[in-house]
């Protein structure tokens, strides 16, 4: 035996970035609810930001006969033309906005979308400014890219949104390369006005930042419709998806629109990553721009229920949310209950049997007071969530 061969071997280990990245919190309380699910338990899931509604159906029939006709295959890596022209006109027609269809690009839902984004916009280093209480994959893809996500704390004298001198002072300590918002808002379902869009994309452009804009909830406003960056600022670039208005997150397709500077270097990453998005999804979602009577029922759904929980919540003692402007969420205050997030879903799903979100997956720092609740199942969901919590409360 050599003196190589007696030295044990050593196992490569995953890399630093890649261990670096958090947990998705909600997608483990889908994982614990499933396991109660699975021995017999019954649980309200009000975790996931899913649709329960199917798929319209006039989007499953064009999918369908797409499959008939026999070969599926790559499509361009930009997506295929008739789509990329059909989500061009579709910004004419809801916004009055102009866009050509070279500037669209069709992704792998959204999160292909900032992934493509973050790769052709940022070097590695690279200094994102993200809202806190956020969505959590923007802070994870980032990490997971070798960028540094710039949590900024939002709070209702913003209305939950950045301002021009939240991002000034993060650009001050250290220099940003972008700016990234959400409206309306996941966990917080606040829109922003059309006057802070403008505010933002200013400032960016003062600075000369990227502007990343995530629109993935527009069509979901129960009051004032929502404006898309592209109305005040041309460069912005454009993150949706038909995932939750047109109830397609499994089909797993969405688009960005960008600068016609960036056309050709997200292509060479598209070809590169994916080749393409599969050509189903994207058949799906060019028949979805004409399934807007179906989804607007299913929206109808949603406002219910959101009235329905603005009444009820305060009723069990759960009165201190945000405003729920758009999406399908309430985030709440538990405080008066509980200053462990973690724990209080813990209990919730365990003793209660309904699936919430704690607020450390959508603010590290602030989280451990706030639950997100998820109001895209039926109203009767709801109402047996309201009553399994109210009677779960009154024991704590």
């Keep these: 035996m050599t003196a190589a061969a007696s030295v044990p071997p050593v196992a490569p280990r995953p890399a630093a970035r890649a261990e670096a990245v958090s947990p998705f919190i909600v997608m483990d309380v889908m994982n614990a609810a499933a396991a109660i699910e699975r021995t017999g338990g019954s649980v309200v899931h009000m975790e996931v930001g899913q649709p329960s509604a199917p798929t319209p159906a006039s989007i499953r029939s064009a999918a369908g006969r797409a499959l008939e006709d026999g070969r599926i295959g790559y499509t361009q890596a930009l997506g295929i033309p008739s789509l990329r022209a059909r989500i061009a006109r579709h910004y004419h027609d809801s916004y009055g906005v102009s866009v050509p269809p070279e500037r669209v690009v069709v992704t792998t839902g959204s999160s292909g979308g900032f992934i493509l984004a973050f790769l052709a916009c940022f070097e590695p280093g690279a200094r994102v400014a993200i809202t806190a209480p956020g969505y959590p994959a923007y802070r994870n893809i980032l990490v997971a890219l070798g960028l540094e996500p710039v949590a900024i704390p939002v709070g209702p004298e913003t209305r939950y949104a950045l301002t021009p001198e939240l991002i000034a002072r993060?650009?001050?300590?250290?220099?940003?390369?972008?700016v990234l918002t959400m409206s309306p808002g996941n966990p917080t379902g606040v829109v922003m006005s059309p006057q802070a869009i403008a505010d933002v994309g200013a400032e960016c452009r003062r600075l000369g930042l990227w502007y990343i804009s995530d629109e993935i909830y527009h069509g979901l406003t129960y009051d004032e419709p929502a404006m898309t960056a592209l109305a005040v600022d041309q460069d912005a670039i454009i993150v949706n998806s038909f995932s939750k208005y047109y109830c397609m997150t499994g089909w797993r397709v969405g688009w960005l629109v960008v600068p016609e500077r960036l056309v050709r270097t997200i292509?060479?990453?598209?070809?590169?990553?994916?080749?393409?998005?599969?050509?189903?999804?994207?058949?799906?979602?060019e028949a979805a721009f004409d399934a807007v009577e179906e989804c607007e029922a299913i929206k109808a759904g949603y406002a219910e229920n959101r009235d329905y929980l603005l009444k009820a919540l305060p009723e069990i003692g759960l009165g201190d949310f945000l405003p729920v402007d758009g999406g399908f969420y309430v985030y709440l205050d538990i405080g008066r209950y509980s200053n462990d997030s973690m724990s209080f879903c813990r209990d919730a799903l365990e003793r209660a049997g309904v699936a919430i979100t704690p607020g450390l997956d959508f603010d590290e720092a602030r989280g451990a007071r706030t639950v997100r609740l998820s109001f895209a199942g039926s109203l009767a969901e709801c109402?047996?969530?309201?009553?399994?919590?109210?009677?779960?409360?009154?024991?704590?």
């Design 383 to 396: 109402h047996d969530a309201v009553a399994r919590l109210g009677a779960w409360l009154k024991t704590r």
């Design 267 to 285: 292509e060479r990453l598209q070809q590169n990553l994916s080749i393409s998005v599969p050509m189903l999804s994207q058949v799906a979602g």
């Design 170 to 178: 993060a650009h001050e300590q250290a220099p940003l390369a972008g």
